[in-house]
């Protein structure tokens, strides 16, 4: 029996294929969004106090009831929005189911959803697994901004869903409230958003200096523990090529954002991420300054 995929042209995705490609060539990983810090210990006696107190069976299909009180709370003191825990919050299993189900829940046959490339690659294929017609708008470099005069033309009488996220996922820019206030225009709300912590800044600033003697040119990283480095001062190859040559021969895996975009627009950029180890940062640094 054959099975024909909703998705044919959906493939592996690019982080599994770069990371399986850095661990081929014992490559430092700096290509997917997953810090390399220790667990602090309190996190794992915790894990381990509920584990014991034999709290390790199916939670509630919405989440635990403590959990879901706790967001509440903390959704109540950052945003000034009451939520009630019992209807208005489920708990989920990591970003992508989140995504998954707020798009479902709203994405009809026919609507059309305004994504913003570069653009996570979660988004795309769940739109249209729900029949949704994705409308692209780029956002523009270097500083990966919105143009608002585009998103007011994209919308049209079958716009059901605008997607936003700040920081903006995979670049890390921050909307500014300049933004808000054009986003307010186009739409019944929006939400404000708060900065990151010291500590990825502080991550950001040490990798940035780590690479002043390089050939890499930083672009504007504002809300995000991932760094985009203009190499067009180095080479001339494509960005899925060049991000190939820097995994397999100088064993420093990025990514290349030309993934993030449905017609694979090139702009000679990578992206690192910098919430590692301050000796894996040095270590990364040391290579990528020898390029």
């Known amino acids: 029996m054959t099975i024909t995929s909703k998705l044919p042209d959906v493939g592996t995705s690019i982080f599994t294929v770069m990371s399986a490609l850095a661990a081929e060539h014992g490559a430092i990983n700096l290509s997917q969004g997953f810090p390399d810090f220790d667990t602090p210990p309190v996190m794992v006696d915790r894990v381990l106090a509920h584990m014991r107190a034999g709290r390790n069976q199916y939670a509630p299909m919405q989440g635990v009831a403590l959990l879901r009180e706790r967001i509440a709370e903390k959704t109540a003191d950052l945003y000034g929005n009451p939520v009630d825990p019992d209807t208005e919050i489920t708990v989920t299993s990591g970003a992508t189911e989140a995504l ?14 305004v994504v913003f490339e570069p653009a996570f690659d979660s ?20 500083d990966y901004c919105i143009d608002w005069d585009e998103v007011s ?28 206030a054009a986003l307010k225009q186009i739409v019944a709300d929006a939400s404000l958003y708060l900065e990151l912590s010291a500590f990825y800044q502080k991550k950001r600033d040490q990798f940035l200096s780590l690479l002043e003697n390089s050939r890499f040119k930083p672009l504007p990283c504002h809300g995000t523990y991932f760094q985009m480095m203009d190499y067009s001062a180095i080479s001339d190859l494509d ?18 954002p030309s993934e993030f975009y449905h017609d694979g627009q090139d702009n000679r950029v990578l992206r ?18 020898r390029i």
């Open 100 to 113: 998954f189900a707020a798009i479902t829940a709203v994405v009809r046959p026919g609507d059309e959803v």
């Open 123 to 142: 988004y795309v294929p769940v739109i249209r697994l729900n029949g949704g017609i994705p409308v692209y708008l780029s956002m523009k470099t270097p």
């Open 153 to 180: 033309d994209a919308i049209g009488p079958n716009t059901r869903l605008i997607i936003i996220t700040s920081p903006h996922n995979p670049m890390g820019t921050v909307l500014s409230p300049a933004d808000v």
């Open 239 to 256: 960005d899925v090529a060049f991000a190939r040559r820097m995994t397999t021969v100088h064993k420093v895996a990025a990514i290349q």
């Open 272 to 289: 690192f991420c910098f919430a590692k180890r301050d000796q894996t940062l040095e270590q990364t640094a040391e290579i990528l300054c």
